[in-house]
């Protein structure tokens, strides 16, 4: 009797050589961003004094597939690349379920997330356009350690603003970027005028994303051959995330399978674009019926309570306005430990994909997914990030569906980071000292019309 097969894991040479581009089979062109002075689209190249020229030009392209440079390509095999692909069979049991759970395991890197796939490719881009130093922000820490260990293997420094909440929430976070070689600043910082601003309103000011992105811009535009680098949102950052995706296709033809839901947690977004558009091509161009599913968290509801409309992506209103789904810029973010998910807006592809219909979005609050996470824990043995566990719950929940329902159907899911830097989140949830957090009506209209109105 032949055992069921509990993962698929691809040579060296099934490592993708090219990226993919969804913006080759939108329905219909990306709204522009629009210029925070003018309101007026933009062209791209004011992005030149931030980003790598290469990283500009994906951010506009509709090629379908971009090469991935061969250092590139090596620095991921170094790094475990292409991962695996596992069967969830325990949980499966445990939840008494016909459906099959696959899961993408992008825990399993140094870094511990998704986030070196995009951070690795923007660190050789630098590299070889001649930049010395980097700043950027990171908010549970998840960031950080990809740039910083990416701009390690490239020899580029860093500068890394991290919002305050997680600078002493997570101090191994910080170390960790450390001992990549990282320059750590707890934000808003005095170092920049958008973190003094913050920080005369309120000393003890716990900080956000937005704030923390102020200020590794303002580090970047202040300093000669500086340069900044983004964890999600942008098209490139997502196009890079792409080879999730392309080696979870090759890894279920391995099983014979084919999924009937693509499940992941959304923050920015790259994460779960990295696994489902190279899926979502094939919706898009007629050939598939998979249903696509992002989870985010009730304290954050961009998609599922939001705005979709233009948005500034920083909370000092110094970038260019994308058109996303937003609880506004000036939304103050409730503590929730999936720091990953706090952020106010979402990819704007993603969110078209979303208004158009293509894609639906869930929301859990936070003891919920704990609870996920803990169940995974226990059956497969992986300690999820809390960010990833609002991809665990959807899983459960489409599984307990098809319980009820009883259809076997097959489910893939994401799981983007593990939790061992975030055992605080566990120890909180174990001690029942977890706060679900939802914003009033009332907040969310507050932020929502503080938002420019665009023509
Ligand atoms: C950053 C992060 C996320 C959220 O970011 P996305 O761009 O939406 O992927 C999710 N999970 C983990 C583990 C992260 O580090």
Not at 11 to 22: T, W
Not at 30 to 56: H, I, Q, S, W, Y
Not at 129 to 135: D, W, Y
Not at 221 to 235: E, I, M, Q, R, W
Request: with cysteine.
């Amino acid at each position: 009797m032949s055992r069921t097969q509990l993962k698929a894991v691809l040579s060296e040479d099934k490592l993708p050589e090219n990226y993919y581009n969804i913006q080759h089979d939108l329905p219909e062109p990306l709204p522009p961003p629009l210029d925070p002075g003018t309101l007026k689209p933009m062209a791209p190249e004011p992005l030149l004094r931030l980003f790598a020229k290469e990283c500009v030009m994906q951010e506009v392209s509709t090629e379908e597939y971009i090469p991935i440079p061969e250092e590139v390509r090596e620095a991921y095999l170094r790094l475990g690349r292409p991962t695996p692909l596992q069967r969830a069979t325990r949980l499966e049991a445990r939840l008494g379920t016909p459906a099959k759970i696959f899961y993408k395991r992008e825990d399993l890197n140094p870094a511990g997330s998704h986030k070196p796939n995009t951070a690795i490719a923007q660190a050789y881009y630098h590299r070889k356009e001649g930049t010395e130093r980097l700043a950027t922000e990171t908010g549970a820490g998840q960031w950080g350690t990809a740039l910083a260990l990416a701009t390690a293997f490239f020899d580029i420094d860093l500068t890394v603003y991290m919002t305050r909440s997680s600078y002493n929430q997570k101090p191994y976070r910080r170390t960790l970027m450390e001992v990549y070689g990282a320059e750590v600043y707890s934000s808003p910082s005095p170092r920049t005028n958008a973190g003094r601003k913050f920080l005369e309103k309120d000393p003890d000011h716990p900080g956000s994303l937005g704030i923390a992105i102020s200020e590794a811009v303002e580090d970047c535009v202040t300093h000669d051959n500086t340069k900044y680098a983004l964890g999600s949102v942008l098209n490139h950052v997502l196009t890079h995330q792409s080879v999730i995706g392309q080696e979870a296709k090759l890894q279920m033809e391995e099983f014979d399978a084919e999924p009937d839901y693509i499940v992941g947690c959304i923050g920015g977004g790259s994460n779960y674009a990295g696994l489902a558009y190279p899926f979502m091509r094939d919706k898009l161009r007629g050939k598939s019926e998979a249903e696509f599913v992002a989870s985010e968290p009730r304290a954050v509801p961009s998609t599922t309570r939001g705005s979709y409309r233009y948005d500034f992506a920083d909370a000092g209103e110094t970038t260019p306005l994308i058109k996303m789904h937003t609880v506004g810029h000036s939304y103050q973010c409730p503590p929730i430990h999936a720091g990953g998910l706090r952020y106010h807006g979402k990819a704007p592809s993603m969110c078209m994909l979303i208004d158009k219909g293509f894609m639906r979005s869930v929301a859990y609050s936070q003891n919920e997914v704990m609870d996920a996470g803990l169940l995974f824990a226990q059956t497969e043995g992986v300690v999820p990030a809390p960010e990833s566990n609002h991809a665990v719950k959807a899983a459960i929940d489409i599984a307990l569906e098809c319980k009820r329902k009883n259809q076997p159907k097959t489910i893939l899911f994401n799981l983007s980071g593990h939790g061992l830097l975030d055992l605080k989140a566990y120890e909180d949830k174990l001690a029942d000292r977890l706060v679900d957090y939802e914003p009033a009506a009332a907040d969310l209209d507050r932020a929502l019309q503080a938002l420019p109105v665009v023509g």
